[in-house]
């Protein structure tokens, strides 16, 4: 069993940035592929941003693509996203999951992303 706890979220300006982290008890992330997805109020959660256990590779939306990066210290068991450039429509909750074997098997609650015009 893994638990995921998200933090960082806030309310920036349209061009700040935040830095979320999701730190992970319960297991270790190592081998665990590790993601970021958002929901905005009345939209679907959707995918942002992943990075590949052992390989690092990392892949993303394209609506944040140049804008977000996503990094993780296996050594802390901490997954990162660091956003910047961001603008009102990134606002949403972000939530951090842990994916094994093609299955996204553990979330963490969510924490709010807010960003004013």
């Known amino acids: 069993q893994v638990q995921l706890v998200e933090s960082g979220g806030g309310l920036v300006q349209a061009g700040g940035s935040l830095r979320l982290s999701c730190a992970a008890s319960g297991r270790t992330l190592g081998s665990y592929n590790m993601g970021w997805f958002r929901q905005a109020p009345g939209k679907e959660r959707e995918f942002v941003a992943g990075i590949v256990w052992g390989s690092g590779s990392t892949y993303y939306a394209d609506s944040v693509k140049g804008r977000f990066t996503i990094s993780r210290d296996d050594a802390k068991n901490t997954v990162y996203l660091q956003m910047n450039s961001l603008t009102p429509e990134d606002t949403a909750v972000y939530y951090c999951?842990?994916?094994?074997?093609?299955?996204?098997?553990?979330w963490g609650q969510g924490t709010q992303v807010t960003v004013s015009s």
């Open positions: 999951a842990a994916q094994r074997v093609g299955v996204w098997n553990y």
